[in-house]
């Protein structure tokens, strides 16, 4: 409850079961007295009342009658516009003025009438225009006693509160999608008829007659009022009442300041700025209060008699900043804001003096048991997490008797299932304990979430589950995962600490592949070097070919159930081994298995410094093909998306204009608008089939692409022969994502990975570091940026750069350029010539740092073999 309450200096009820609402009340000097108020007119004086024939839905006051700059009163019913004049005549009597009403003119409306606005359109001079705006989002424009034109919002569902701002010659509303929106008078003046509604795909393209937004801000919630002043000539501010916040914006949309608002508000209104750069507003809320806010600043506080749903601030009878409110019911109140304490009184509070040495042997002692819990045990148990849970998996050496496969999408081949089981022991008492289990799609599980409860120690539980390709493309890897989620409980905390623990598995390569015939003639082909002698394939890969008399074989075919083939073929002569197929994406997992298969069979032997590396040019192109392709179906997916919600709007409009013809009293012909809704209807079905197909192409692009990034950063890693740390540093740049989505896609996010990585640990000079990299992401144009940048990152490594996290990595690394070696341009990234860059490196420092021996010239040359 308020200590202030409204001052009533004059009030009244109004009509007789009657409601009221924001339009309802006009402040104005409607009799063109120039004093705001009637001759001799008393306050309390009941001045005109008319009885109108239709509902009233909103009163405005201004300059409606073409010829003079009278003020007039308009009044909007649901289906009529009627402009009156309202005079006043000296009686011959005691009861004073008389006044009266005339009509000068009206418009029958076709739409349904919602709210209006009036002002100087297009910055006419002498006279108000008025825009009507209808219940299915139509802008009517009238000039006076002619009708402009009308123009439907572009996406209209509901229609909201309407203003016009003079000075940027806009209209703002609030669409149905909570965001505030700005059209620009001229551009509705010029748009596409209303009658004229369904454009073609033409007009679309080329014509430049849609209606634009100016600007849109989201608020995230419904208005209930918009109001638009002005207290300068430099600038105007945009005010916007919210159901639970108050926002006001500049004219370009910028939010200048928003208050979050205590309680549901009613009414607003901006009255005045008091102090430079200020606005005070009146707020009305539903606890019967108003507030006075100087910008987001609580003012005063004041407590109605109603709740009110308009405001409005006036000077009656030289009365200045008389504060006018109606509230749902009629009640029609002007007061002023006065000091009228409440007779409540708050009782006194029982004091007690404190006594000092008291509290301190309390603290004392509080301390003493804090630092013997911490001592003994505190909210975290001293054990190491491993130690409450151990997990671990175990893969089928065979495959499963019966198949667990179903609804699988590969050809003819029987799809083989493998059995996993997954162990989990627990030292302690443990409680929500949730297995998940993930492997790389198209790989499913036959189930992979599980639930256990551990109330005792040292128990032991093991579930089993089934693993089979169910797409009929390939898994970027056969490793799986399983986590494990639990709570761990204490004496200070009973319901448990969270923590996770997991544990990794490795699928069998023949889950996906099958023995197939070699291959001579391959697309794409790669070389692995050894420091040792070539393994036999039958020792390495034993269930992939027959038995031979001759051990040596070096030569063997794979085919996976997918239908690609991939051959392996290994040296006679020298100490390699050659991967070839048709797809370049196809090479990873036969490449990976058999570096892991010889490193396992070498450390069998008690060999320890066995080595692998790469030697090759580095197949760039094949792999920038592959982000071509998966970039062109995200562009595809955009396009088709935009097309889908376009179709969608289309028919939503259809439908509403056919329910306003069903509902007309009046039947009208359709106008083939039913065959014109079967035919939306219909692209709406097919391109939301278009949408699916290309969203099931674009996860199957993105796999592959995921396939060849793996079998680029192996490759880098054996050609500059990086450390374990060095790669997980790649890996992370390059798959940073485990899905790929529109709003945050995978080209975006490792061209931010790699410029991050250009600009620090293989920056060249302090320039570079000083580039300021965007913040934000969004799907570029094209990828030659992306593709520029990769390049650049691979030439940097053939020039001894190195790959770091640590502080000292944004230090400059001097290098010296081989002889004959020229510099490939980096756009963005290195913007300084050749002759520049190498004049730089001796002049701009004191010492010339080499950190890796560089080779006389660099074995990478960008392009395949």
Partial sequence: MSLFKARDWWSTVLGEKEEFDQGCLCLADVDNTGNGQGDGAQAEDLLLEVHLRDPILQVEVGKFVSGTEMLHLAVLHSRKLCV??????????????????????????????????????????????????????????????????????????????????????????????????????????FATDADKRQETEQQKLGSGKRLVVDWTLN????????????????????????????????????????????????????????????????????????HVYQDVTLKWATQLPHIPVAVRVGCLHDLKGVIVTLSDDGHLQCSYLGTDPSLFQAP??????????????ELKELQKIIKDVNKSQGVWPMTEREDDLKVSAMVSPNFDSVSQSTDVEVGADLVPSVTVKVTLQNRVTLQKIRLSVYVQPPLVLTCDQ??????????????????????????????????????????????????VSQCKFRLPLKLICLPGQPSKTASHKLT??????????LSLFPGFANQSEDDQVNVMGFRFLGGSRVTLLASKTSQRYRIQSEQFEDLWLITNE??????????????????????????????????????????????????????????????????????????????H?????????????????????????????????????????????????????????????????????????????????????????????????????????????????LKKHITLLCDRLAKGGRLCLSTDAAAPQTMIMPGGCATIPESDLEERSVEQDSTELFTSHKHLIVETPMPEVSPFQGVSE
């Fill in 348 to 361: 006194k509070v029982e004091s007690r003096e404190l006594n000092y040495d008291e509290l301190d042997v």
């Fill in 450 to 499: 599980f639930t256990f409860e551990f109330m005792t120690p040292e128990m032991t539980r093991t579930v089993g589950f089934s693993v089979y390709l169910k797409g009929s493309y390939l898994p970027p890897e056969l490793e799986g995962n399983a986590v494990v989620s639990y709570s761990r409980p204490t004496d200070r905390n009973p319901e448990g600490i969270p923590r």
């Fill in 528 to 537: 692995i070097d050894t420091n040792k002698s070539t393994v036999s394939l």
């Fill in 219 to 290: 608020i995230g919630e419904q208005a209930l009022d918009i109001c638009i002043v002005s207290f300068n000539q430099s600038a105007s501010s945009v005010f916007v009442l919210g159901e639970r916040n108050f926002f006001c914006l500049k004219d370009n949309g910028q939010i200048r300041f928003m208050k979050k608002l205590d309680c549901s508000p009613s009414c607003f209104l901006p009255y005045c700025s008091v102090s430079e750069g200020t606005i005070n507003t009146l707020i009305g809320n539903h606890n019967n209060m108003l």
């Fill in 84 to 189: 009156y004049s309202v005079s006043g005549s000296l009686g011959n009597v005691e009861h004073g003025t008389q006044y009266q009403i005339k009509l000068m003119y009206e418009h029958n409306l076709q739409r349904t009438a919602c709210n209006m606005t009036c002002g100087s359109f297009g910055g006419v001079k002498g006279r108000d225009l008025i825009c009507i705006q209808s219940m299915d989002g139509m802008l009517m424009v009238f000039e006076q006693e002619s009708y402009a034109f009308g123009r439907f919002l572009p996406g209209s569902l509901l229609p909201g509160p309407l203003a016009y701002s003079s000075r940027t010659d806009s209209f703002i509303t609030v669409s149905s999608c909570r965001q505030v929106e700005s059209y620009k008078y001229q551009v509705l003046a």
């Fill in 594 to 671: 058999l570096i892991i298969r010889l490193q396992e069979y070498f450390e069998k032997q008690g060999i320890k410094d066995f080595a692998c590396s790469f030697s090759g040019s580095m197949p760039l192109q094949e792999y920038f093909g592959l982000i071509d392709h998966h970039f062109e179906l995200r562009i595809n997916g955009e396009k088709l998306e935009e097309l889908l919600s376009e179709r969608a709007v289309q028919f939503r409009a259809i439908q509403r204009r056919l329910l306003t013809r069903f509902k007309d009293k009046t039947p009208a012909p359709l106008q």
């Fill in 673 to 785: 608008l039913d065959t014109l809704l079967d035919g939306t209807y219909k692209q709406v079905i097919a391109l939301a089939d278009a949408v699916e197909e290309n969203e099931d192409n674009l996860f199957q692009s993105f796999t592959r692409l995921k396939s060849a990034t793996h079998l680029v950063i192996l490759l880098i890693g054996l050609w500059q022969k990086l450390s374990a740390d060095q790669i997980a540093i790649l890996e992370a740049a390059f798959l940073p994502l485990q899905q790929d989505t529109q709003e945050l896609g995978w080209e975006e996010t490792v061209d931010a990975a790699i410029s991050h990585l250009l600009k620090t640990c293989l920056s060249k000079s302090s320039k570079e570091q000083a580039l300021n990299l965007s913040s934000q992401l969004s799907i570029p144009k094209d990828t030659s940026r």
